[in-house]
Structure formats: C-alpha cells, structure tokens
C-alpha cells in the first residue's frame, strides 16, 4: 500500500513540474529589438518580415506577392542553439535555423530598418519589375 501511495506520489509530483513553464533552455536568446526578411525570388511564394519584441512576442508580416497584400500575425517565440521556434498557441507553426537564417524555403537576413515597410517597398520594386517586362 505504501509503494502504491509512493508511486501515486511520485506521478502527481512529475506531472505537476510539466505543466508549469518547462525549464528555460541555456540557449534561450531574447531577441528583442532584432529584424528579419525574409526572401524567395519566386513569385508564388510569401516574403516574410519578423520583428522580435519584448516578452518573446513577435510580429511576422507576410507578403502575398500576387496580390500585393501584407498579412500581420502575432506569435511567440523561443530559441535553443540551432532554431528560433515561432509558436501559436504553444503549438509550434515555423522553425528559422539560426545559423543559416533560412525560413523554410526562404533565405532569412538580418535589417535594420522595420520589416512591414521594407515589405511595402518590396510591393513597389515588384510591380516596377512586373509592368518593366510589359511591352506595351
């Protein structure tokens, strides 16, 4: 009966430390004040912008490049050594590796300025190319 209340014991105690907030990993970076974009050339596929904030918030912004439309969403972030996990709802939804910042199929750069205005330029330069390639 005592192993039994013991083990009973040992459980609820183990299950309790997972449901508060896991360990915070030695690498967990706080990013605050940092930028990225986001690129691929290819025109069927989403630019995106990250702007870290405090509290391990962060804004991403996607370019639709069909449309010219700009989509903001609000997510949470974490870091260990290899990968920035952005996540909704505790669910994680994007890896970016840290060393060769790349985004899925995106190639990721470091910017100063902020990333939805660098995303509106992007509009601008990509209709400028689109309409260049016209004839008439």
Same mark, same amino acid.
């Given at each position: /009966?005592? &192993? &039994? *209340? %013991? ?5 609820? %105690? ?8 896991? #360990?915070?990993? #030695?690498? @967990? ?7 990225? *974009?986001?690129? !691929? ?17 962060? =804004? /991403? ?12 969403? =609000? ?5 260990? *050594?290899? !990968?920035?996990?952005? %996540?909704?709802? !505790?669910? *994680? ?7 060769? &910042?790349?985004?899925?199929? =995106? ?7 902020? #990333? ?7 509009? =601008?330069?990509?209709?400028? @190319? ?7």
């Amino acid at each position: /009966m005592k &192993l &039994l *209340i %013991s083990l009973t014991y040992f459980i609820l %105690s183990f299950s309790s430390l997972e449901a508060k907030d896991n #360990p915070k990993d #030695p690498h @967990d970076d706080d990013l605050k004040g940092k930028n990225l *974009i986001c690129y !691929n050339d290819s025109l069927s596929v989403e630019d995106w912008g990250i702007k870290f904030l405090k509290n391990n918030e962060v =804004k /991403m912004y996607s370019l639709n490049k069909a449309i010219y439309e700009i989509y903001q969403y =609000k997510r949470t972030y974490r870091t260990n *050594i290899r !990968n920035i996990i952005i %996540s909704k709802n !505790n669910k *994680i939804e994007f890896l970016i590796n840290r060393s060769r &910042l790349v985004l899925g199929n =995106k190639s990721c750069k470091i910017v100063l300025g902020d #990333p939805l205005i660098l995303l509106q330029e992007r509009i =601008k330069s990509i209709k400028e @190319d689109r309409k260049g390639k016209n004839r008439i």
